[in-house]
């Protein structure tokens, strides 16, 4: 099956204790992106990639790291997570980096809370 | 300066159709019209995309006009498992690079 796997799905963890959160897709798509949601705000876009070691900011990447190394992973990381990170955070991927005709498959969801 | 200008939410009843439309004044030659659905908690999911005119599949259809300044979702008679947040997305294309912007959405509440 087709889709976007992201890992963990919920995860509690303390102020300035490092994290991972995985992305995995098996559709051999060259985009990939990272959103976080908050109530009322919508889903704003933290790092995108348009393909392998090509990573570029979001609207708000402060306090983020990505890397894309391989085509189908695409981990966020929170070297020192804070409490205005605690969200519900998106992995999303489309075939193509062309503007326009993009069509995004989204992950689960993962529920991040920085204590 | 916001990509996409949606109503913010809107009310309707089961059986009824529902058209969101949005506004998308600085669309570019290339870009596409693409609409996705998010029910609480979940990724969203896209709905339909279109370019011009009309477009339908067996969820909704999409009507944009000539100047492709707007665009309207239009979900045939709706059902309470259509309540859900609505987003319509145009591409955003700055030097070069392709950031893809959700707005905020259209908040969907079906009515019994």
């Known amino acids: 099956e087709a889709q976007v796997t992201q890992n963990p799905r919920y995860l509690i963890t303390v102020t300035g204790k490092k994290l991972t959160v995985t992305c995995s897709q098996n559709m051999n798509h060259e985009y990939m992106s990272w959103y976080r949601q908050d109530p009322g705000l919508g889903l704003r876009q933290i790092y995108y990639s348009m393909n392998v070691e090509v990573t570029d900011k979001g609207d708000v990447p402060e306090g983020y790291k990505v890397s894309r190394k391989e085509k189908r992973n695409f981990p966020l990381i929170l070297e020192s997570p804070s409490p205005n990170q605690t969200s519900l955070y998106f992995c999303?991927?489309?075939?193509?980096?062309?503007?326009?005709?993009?069509?995004?498959?989204f992950g689960a969801g993962s529920r991040l809370t920085v204590l | 300066l916001a990509k996409t200008t949606q109503p913010i939410s809107m009310d309707s009843y089961e059986g009824q159709e529902v058209n969101i439309t949005c506004s998308h004044n600085?669309?570019?030659?290339?870009?596409?019209i693409t609409w996705y659905q998010q029910f609480p908690s979940q990724g969203p999911r896209f709905i339909i995309q279109g370019y011009k005119t009309k477009v339908t599949n067996e969820v909704a259809s999409l009507f944009i006009p000539a100047d492709r300044k707007s665009s309207t979702l239009s979900l045939p008679r709706v059902s309470l498992s259509d309540t859900a947040v609505y987003y319509c997305?145009?591409?955003?294309?700055?030097?070069?690079?392709?950031?893809?912007?959700f707005g905020k959405g259209t908040r969907l509440h079906i009515l019994p």
């Open positions: 600085n669309i570019a030659t290339n870009d596409y």
């Open positions: 997305l145009v591409g955003d294309r700055k030097n070069r690079d392709d950031k893809i912007i």
């Open positions: 999303a991927s489309s075939r193509t980096a062309l503007s326009g005709a993009n069509v995004l498959t």
